[in-house]
């Protein structure tokens, strides 16, 4: 299985980012995906994630009415579209896929090489 972002780059608080996942290999079927992000010197923290069939979805309180996770199975993607991005927000923001719409890492088989999100202030 293979994961690439893409999307990332530099916004001004207040702006937007929409990132994008590709998922490729036979567990893309039924899996559940996350993104999850990690600033430097902190460690990889949840941010949102989604059930195979898109019913279900959950966010980290911190970015809860701002980010939104959909998913396109007939794409093979999962995005993640960021508004009224915070300075904090700052991060590498990797893209997973596991079994369910796990908000903990241990739930997560396969990782992405992450896409860099920078929002000054």
């Known amino acids: 299985v293979q994961l690439v972002e893409s999307g990332g780059g530099v916004v001004r608080a207040g702006g937007s980012l929409r990132l994008s996942c590709i998922i490729s290999?036979?567990?893309?079927?039924?899996?559940?995906n996350g993104w999850f992000r990690q600033a430097p010197g902190k460690e990889r923290e949840f941010v949102a994630s989604?059930?195979?069939?898109?019913?279900?979805?959950y966010y980290a309180d911190s970015v809860k009415g701002r980010f939104t996770i959909s998913r396109d199975n007939a794409k093979n993607t999962v995005d993640l579209q960021m508004n009224n991005l915070k300075p904090e927000d700052s991060a590498e923001y990797v893209c997973?896929?596991?079994?369910?719409?796990?908000?903990?890492?241990?739930?997560?088989?396969?990782w992405g090489q992450g896409a860099q999100v920078t929002v000054s202030s």
């Open positions: 997973a896929a596991g079994f369910g719409a796990s908000q903990d890492i241990i739930g997560y088989d396969y």
């Open positions: 290999g036979r567990t893309f079927s039924s899996s559940g």
């Open positions: 989604i059930d195979w069939l898109g019913h279900n979805t």
